[in-house]
């Protein structure tokens, strides 16, 4: 029998406080993000009924059909976007997420300025979006020139910046691409990094994730991406 949804949760949220505190870190100081892209409401139901509040999808469509129904039972659920954000969709992730992820190349950025510019959204924390694996079909600002970048949307553009976020290479050793990440945030005084998914968050949690985006270890496999 597979466990259920409640079950997987309860373990993973203990061994969060497990490592932690044996990396001498605060027992709270991971937050899970919980993945449901492609997972109906109904799993994401029985996830807040366990307690959790704290999801992330991946596309905003899809975020926008499941999610305000569930808000309006749970006022303090917290929602992630993890998936790259088009600025044509930027209104719409502007008013459904908490967090945006996934900042990642100068036109995102001024386009997010303006829209802080004209009123109050919902978007209250972003983090900036690393190609650590410098990967061609892969979303994030270069290593090389995330310095430059960061200082951008910190100092002149005035973004609310709360920290760095990354996806390793599926077949790379993720410690390089974690520690990289850290050493990025750490030069800029960025507290957040979300680092570390179902395959590697014990690893990310040792190395100072502060969230870690877990999806199939809480909801189960998902159907393979069709493009
Ligand atoms: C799907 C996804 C995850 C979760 O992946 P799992 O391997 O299912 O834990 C984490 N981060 C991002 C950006 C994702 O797209």
Do not use: W
Request: glycine share 6%.
């Amino acid at each position: 029998m597979t466990d259920s949804i409640r079950t997987r949760l309860d373990n993973v949220r203990a061994e969060l406080v497990a490592l932690a505190t044996a990396a001498g870190r605060p027992a709270d100081a991971v937050q899970l993000v919980a993945v449901s892209k492609t997972k109906p409401a109904d799993a994401v139901r029985e996830a807040l009924d366990a307690g959790q509040r704290r999801f992330g999808e991946n596309r905003v469509q899809e975020a926008i059909a499941k999610f305000p129904a569930l808000r309006d039972e749970f006022p303090d659920l917290a929602l992630h976007l993890i998936g790259p954000l088009q600025t044509n969709k930027l209104k719409e992730a502007l008013e459904c997420f908490d967090v945006i992820e996934t900042v990642d190349r100068p036109k995102l950025a001024e386009a997010l300025a303006q829209a802080y510019a004209k009123g109050p959204v919902r978007t209250r924390a972003l983090l900036i979006q690393v190609n650590t694996g410098e990967e061609p079909q892969k979303a994030g600002i270069a290593p090389r020139e995330a310095d430059d970048f960061i200082r951008d949307c910190v100092e002149r553009l005035k973004l609310p910046i709360a920290g760095l976020m990354c996806i390793p290479p599926v077949d790379d050793e993720p410690s390089l691409h974690f520690a990289l990440l850290h050493s990025i945030a750490r030069r800029h005084g960025l507290a957040a990094l979300s680092m570390g998914m179902s395959a590697d968050y014990r690893l990310a949690v040792q190395q100072g994730a502060t969230h870690v985006r877990i999806g199939s270890a809480i909801f189960g496999e998902r159907p393979p991406v069709s493009a």
